[in-house]
C-alpha cells in the first residue's frame, strides 16, 4: 500500500536513527510531508524530509520550532533515553532527566503542536493523531534494572490517555506504542554494555532474545508499521490506546 498518509504533514522527533527514522522514512513512503528533527542534525542526513536540529529538552526551542513548521496533523514522539538500574542505583539527577526526556518532552512538543492541529482538523475536518513511544516497560510490565525508565513509560500512557480524553471530541486522537526489544543504536550500545557483565556481546544478545517468545528482536520498520496504521484515517476510531508490539513479551 501507499499513499496512506497522502495531503498529511508530520512532525517526528529523535528521527535520526532507530525508530524515529523509520517512521520518518515509513510516513514520507506513504506521502506524507514530514518534518524530522533530531538533536544531532547530522544523523538526519539521507531522509526525505524537512530536517531541523531540536532538543526537545528545551521549551524555547520546541516552541521555536513549532512555530516554524506551523499547522500539522501527525505528532510521533519518538525521544527517549534508557537509564539502566534499581531504585538504588537512580539519583534524583537519573530521575529528573529521565522524566525530562522521556515525558516532559512529550508535554512541551503537545502543548506546541496541539493549537496548530486543532485548528488544521476543524478547518479541514480532518483528525489529527499523536503518537507517543512508550513501552513494554510500563505500566504493562516490571522489568529487571528499568526503574526509572519503566517509570516514566508509564507516565507516557497516562499522559497519552489523558490527552485522548480531552480532545477525544475535538478531532485529535492520542495513542502510545508499547515495543518489546527493538534493533536500534541505543539498543546495540546496551547489549555491549550487558556483554561487559555476562562474559560477552552473544550471551547478552541471547539474554535480550530469550525475553521474547517470538524468539528475535523487533525491527524499526516493524514499530514504523504501527505507527503509520495510528497516524492514518484507517484507525479513526482508535484513541488512547497503548499497543504493545513485542514478539510476545508482555502476555
Ligand atoms: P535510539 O535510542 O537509538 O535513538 C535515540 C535518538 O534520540 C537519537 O537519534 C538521539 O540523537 C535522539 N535524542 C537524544 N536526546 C535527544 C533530545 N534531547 N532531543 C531530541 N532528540 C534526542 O532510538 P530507539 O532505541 O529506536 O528508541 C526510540 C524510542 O523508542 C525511545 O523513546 C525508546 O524509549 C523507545 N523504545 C525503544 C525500544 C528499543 O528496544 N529500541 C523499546 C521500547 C521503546
Not at 510521533?76 to 539519583?91: I, K, P, Y
Not at 513509560?153 to 499522559?159: C, F, H, N
Not at 556483554?195 to 547478552?204: E, L, P, Q, S
Amino acid at each position: 500500500m501507499s499513499g496512506r498518509l497522502k495531503g498529511k504533514i508530520a512532525v517526528v522527533t529523535a528521527a535520526g536513527q532507530g525508530i524515529g527514522r523509520a517512521i520518518a522514512e515509513a510516513f514520507a513512503a506513504e506521502g506524507a510531508v514530514v518534518h524530522a528533527s533530531d538533536l544531532d542534525l547530522a544523523k538526519l542526513e539521507g531522509l526525505n524530509a524537512e530536517k531541523a536540529a531540536l532538543d526537545v529538552l528545551s521549551n524555547e526551542a520546541v516552541a521555536t520550532y513549532a512555530a516554524s513548521v506551523g499547522q500539522v496533523d501527525i505528532l510521533a514522539n519518538v525521544a527517549g533515553f534508557v537509564h539502566h538500574g534499581t531504585v538504588l542505583d537512580c539519583s534524583d539527577k537519573d530521575w529528573d532527566f529521565s522524566f525530562d526526556l522521556n515525558v516532559k518532552s512529550m508535554h512541551r512538543t503537545i502543548r506546541a503542536f496541539l493549537p496548530g492541529m486543532l485548528d488544521r482538523a476543524a478547518e479541514q475536518g480532518s483528525s489529527g493523531s499523536i503518537i507517543n513511544l512508550s513501552s513494554g516497560a510500563s505500566s504493562l510490565k516490571g522489568a529487571p534494572n528499568r526503574y526509572v525508565y519503566g517509570a516514566t513509560k508509564a507516565a507516557v500512557i497516562g499522559l497519552t490517555k489523558s490527552v485522548a480524553a480531552d480532545f477525544v471530541a475535538r478531532g485529535i486522537r492520542c495513542n502510545a506504542i508499547c515495543p518489546g526489544t527493538v534493533r536500534s543504536p541505543s539498543w546495540e550500545a546496551r547489549v555491549e554494555d550487558l556483554g561487559r557483565n555476562v562474559g560477552g556481546k552473544d550471551k547478552a544478545m541471547e539474554l535480550f532474545v530469550s525475553r521474547q517468545p517470538m524468539g528475535r528482536v523487533g525491527e524499526p520498520t516493524e514499530i514504523a508499521a504501527l505507527a503509520v496504521y495510528l497516524a492514518a484515517d484507517e484507525s479513526a476510531f482508535t484513541t488512547g490506546t497503548a499497543i504493545p508490539i513485542d514478539g510476545g513479551w508482555t502476555l
